[in-house]
């Protein structure tokens, strides 16, 4: 048997090519159901149907393999490992792959921190559509890491992202729009945009947003909204929680147990997390009292 360069294959990687052809076949006659169930399944074995296909040189696979990588699981962890899977992904195109390897670039997961690399192939993701290249690129821009900074620039990145529903980049729409950062300032489209991030689960939305409503009054409905923020709110943000109530006068919520249940987490595969480079999360304010 010979492989796809056309190289004679010895008996265990015959055997192993065998494999992984028989394997694509099986999940290219898969309903997406039967693929998502296939995938929930134990990580090692989950992993060895995903190798087979990134074997094959199919994309999804490919970057799915990369993540698997990257975190250990169903695998030993192997950053560099992930970065060639990426690599090999981005060759044909894959938007997904392009700002997964920008995340590599920008953190040093499998290769040296490059942040003019991590630019570029965020960009690669953006121009594809890709919300999540589209909102990392904007926050490089904003911060000027890797490329000129630009704010205008950024705000236009953050809002395309934010427009394909992407929660994180509607919060940064709305810090944008409020203080005036790339573009004047915008209050009712600052609040217009922060409510659609809280509805879309994004915790630091839901507490900017539970601000705007103390400011104008509206205090039950504020209090919903840091209710909301605190199921996954990050420990500094549920101080500032904890402040807001009181300071408020609306009574008190244990902000520490409901973190401790929520899904958060610091920093995801795809994207900076709560330390982006602009704050996303508004300033104390003055609360009108009772």
């Given amino acids: 048997m010979t492989g796809l360069n056309g190289s004679a294959l010895g008996p265990a990687r015959a055997a192993q090519h065998e494999t992984d052809l028989l394997r694509l ?11 998502q169930q296939l995938l929930s399944i134990e990580p090692g074995r989950a992993a060895r149907w995903v190798r087979s296909a990134a074997a094959r040189g199919v994309p999804a696979a490919q970057v799915r393999l990369g993540r698997m990588l990257l975190e250990g699981t169903g695998v030993a962890r192997d950053p560099a490992q992930a ?3 990426f690599t090999r992904a981005a060759a044909s195109g894959d938007a997904d792959a392009h700002n997964m390897l920008g995340r590599c670039h920008e953190q040093g997961w499998g290769t040296a921190v490059d942040l003019r690399k991590a630019a570029e192939c965020y960009a690669a ?6 919300a999540w290249g589209e909102y990392n690129l904007g926050n490089l821009l904003f911060e000027g890491r890797g490329v000129r900074r630009d704010r205008g620039e950024a705000l236009y990145w953050y809002g395309r992202a934010a427009r394909r ?3 994180r980049a509607m919060n940064l729409l709305a810090r944008c729009r409020e203080e005036g950062w790339g573009c004047s300032p915008d209050p009712a489209q600052a609040a217009l945009w922060y409510r659609r991030s809280a509805e879309a689960g994004y915790y630091r939305a839901q507490f900017n947003y539970a601000l705007l409503l103390l400011q104008g009054g509206a205090r039950q409905e504020a209090r919903l909204w840091l209710e909301r923020a605190a199921q996954s709110a990050d420990p500094s943000l549920c101080e500032r929680i904890d ?3 009181a300071v408020g006068g609306l009574g008190r919520i244990d902000v520490r147990g409901m973190a401790q249940s929520g899904s958060a987490s610091a920093l995801g595969a795809e994207g900076r997390g709560f330390e982006s480079p602009c704050p996303d999360s ?4 003055s609360i009108p009292m009772r």
């Fill in 282 to 285: 508004r300033a104390q304010v």
């Fill in 165 to 167: 529903g992407h929660a």
């Fill in 25 to 35: 076949q099986a999940l290219q006659r898969m309903t997406y159901p039967q693929l």
């Fill in 83 to 85: 970065f060639a899977s």
């Fill in 243 to 245: 402040q807001v109530l």
């Fill in 125 to 130: 993701a953006a121009v594809s559509g890709h």
